[in-house]
């Protein structure tokens, strides 16, 4: 089936979602783009109009699940603009949101290789702005300066905090913790009694 025979929507789409799927499924080593064209019923040459090689479509996949994360996060920043403590909360409780809902996003942002890195030099955190960290990061930093922390415990601190909700994250995404209530309340409480 050629591309003007497809008549499920966007190809280029169908690609990262079924790239996404079959990650998470097969690995990188058994990954294939005609594996990928079979799952949306197209041709195998079909992807090769969106991607010039597996490697681009396993690129886009990760940037395009980094960056819905990313939205999670910082559409909480926006609804809560000046009240920091309220957004971590909020963040803690977007970050396990998305993670126990889009099961196949949380295996391949953490449990493969495929992650950006935290990175720390001279206990300073080097990492985008513009990442999900950052967003959190930024935040922590404003609500610590309300509570007049020691600038010298804000990488650690923020680090602690960051820990905890992934922490949270992965118990309950894969039923470590099976909770009978509502979880995100759960979640709430947890991050409350942490900050």
């Not at 922590?140 to 820990?163: A, C, D, G, P």
Request: hydrophobic letters at 40%.
């Amino acid at each position: 089936m050629d591309r003007e025979t497809y008549h499920h929507g966007d190809l280029k789409q169908a690609l990262i979602h079924n790239g996404l799927l079959l990650l998470n499924e097969k690995g990188i080593e058994k990954f294939s783009l005609r594996k990928v064209a079979s799952m949306c019923g197209v041709s195998h040459n079909a992807p090769y109009k969106h991607f010039k090689d597996k490697d681009e479509l396993i690129n886009e996949i990760i940037i395009e699940v980094w960056k819905k994360f990313n939205l999670a996060l910082l559409e909480v920043t926006e609804l809560y603009p000046n009240k920091p403590k309220l957004q971590i909360i909020e963040m803690g409780k977007a970050y396990v949101k998305f993670m126990v809902e889009n099961p196949e996003h949380f295996k391949l942002m953490f449990l493969s290789d495929n992650v950006y890195s935290i990175r720390i030099e001279d206990d300073k955190f080097y990492s985008d702005k513009d990442s999900a960290f950052g967003v959190f990061k930024d935040s922590s930093e404003r609500y610590f300066k309300e509570i007049n922390l020691n600038k010298n415990l804000y990488m650690q601190k923020t680090l602690t905090m960051w820990s905890l909700v992934h922490g949270i994250a992965i118990l309950i995404a894969k039923k470590s913790i099976e909770y009978n209530g509502d979880y995100l309340v759960l979640v709430e409480r947890m991050i409350k009694s942490s900050i």
